[in-house]
């Protein structure tokens, strides 16, 4: 397993001037990118959601690299998001996966069969061309530019620590310094679009 | 196709220069008993990006995506999903201030006659509960109310609905 906020810093090294959707590695990646116009960390508007809004990006700004940093939890709840972005095809999608097998920010629980889900099989079998899995920091750093180079859409699983949230969800630290509808604005300046 | 009964119908030819009059781009979607007569027509229109979906909640959180990055979609779902999306509602729609309009088949409509179908019982009921505001569309009469929900969408920033009351109109063609 690897530590969210080591991967994402190797991860930023090949960043280049993609829309970043940091997902639930949020909370690590704005102490880490050096883009924040580029960055959409939306925190969790709904559970689920993340790989469809990031699909709707995608479409809607072809020649845009975005990059999604997803949840197992999420992608179980909206697993069927993975036939559509197969069917669009996104080229400029990279759709990255967290699993860190549990639902972190409730305490922990585990995602049901938590330990047995292949997620880069189900995605190569609802179509995406190409699926990786990593377990481990040093071979998804030397496969990264790799993956980053060809077309997507991609699909990327990888093993995380979990990071375990207990506190009532009042007490526990703010990590987004931007309001949601902010974010987005700012996306779009930086990207030259009127919505 | 019988005259007398055309006046009284919603024709999907009006609802399709209704969408391409607000310049819509993308209509996602996914099939129900009373929107499968627009499918074949928004299929062969160049101007729309048809992106199909297998759960009506990830319709919402595309349309939020795709509304994100400056194009102007449409949802296209039944009253049953619409329901079922309730979250996605709440979190991708209202939550990122998407001015979005969804196209909803109202199934079971009688226009508050005796209404069987617990889909249409609840539909209204669902919508007032979220604070959506919609517009029911019966015939081409009515046509003129769905630019009125993509004028309210763009004022209030928020998904407005259209609630799509005739059925099958389109396979008897």
């Known amino acids: 397993m690897m530590y969210t906020a080591d991967m994402l810093k190797v991860f930023n090294e090949h960043r280049g001037d993609a829309i970043v959707i940091p997902g639930r590695g949020g909370i690590f ?44 939890g999420d992608v179980q709840m909206g697993m069927s998001i993975l036939l559509s972005v197969a069917e669009q095809r996104p080229a400029n999608f990279y759709h990255f996966m967290l699993d860190n097998e549990c639902y972190a920010t409730t305490g922990g629980q585990p995602v049901p069969n938590a330990k047995n889900v292949a997620y880069d099989v189900i995605a190569r079998g609802a179509g995406y061309p190409r699926a990786f899995a990593f377990d481990e920091l040093e071979a998804f750093a030397s496969a990264l530019p790799g993956i980053l180079a060809e077309p997507g859409p991609v699909f990327t699983a990888l093993k995380v620590h979990p990071n375990i949230q207990n506190q009532p969800i009042g007490q526990r630290r703010r990590w987004m310094t931007r309001t949601r509808d902010q974010a987005i604005l700012d996306m779009q300046r930086e990207v030259r679009i009127s919505a | ?24 781009t993308h209509v996602v979607w996914l099939p129900d008993s009373e929107t499968n007569w627009l499918y074949l027509l928004m299929k062969a229109e160049p101007s729309l990006h048809l992106v199909a979906v297998a759960r009506e909640g990830l319709a919402c959180s595309t349309a939020a995506g795709l509304a994100a990055g400056g194009k ?28 979005v309009v969804l196209m909803v088949g109202l199934r079971g409509w009688t226009r508050h006659g005796v209404t069987q179908d617990t889909a249409a019982v609840y539909t209204e009921p ?48």
């Open chain 2, 72 to 99: 102007t979609p449409v949802i296209l779902i039944q009253n049953t999903g619409l329901m079922e999306s309730g979250d996605s509602i709440r979190g991708w729609l209202i939550g990122l201030s998407v001015p």
């Open chain 1, 29 to 72: 990646w704005v102490d880490i990118s050096t883009r924040a116009n580029l960055d959409l960390p939306l925190g969790d508007p709904a559970m689920g959601g993340h790989g469809a809004f990031a699909l709707g990006l995608a479409l809607a700004l072809p020649k845009r690299r975005v990059v999604l940093f997803d949840s197992e």
């Open chain 2, 126 to 173: 669902f919508l007032n509960a979220f604070g959506l505001k919609y517009y029911i569309v019966e015939s081409d009469a009515d046509a003129n109310r769905i630019e009125v929900a993509f004028e309210e969408a763009k004022k209030t920033k928020r998904p407005v609905v259209v609630l799509v009351a005739d059925e099958f109109h389109g396979f008897n063609r």
């Open chain 2, 1 to 24: 196709m019988n005259d007398a009964v055309t006046t009284a119908q919603l024709s999907p030819e009006v609802v399709l220069n209704e969408l391409k009059k607000q310049k819509v």
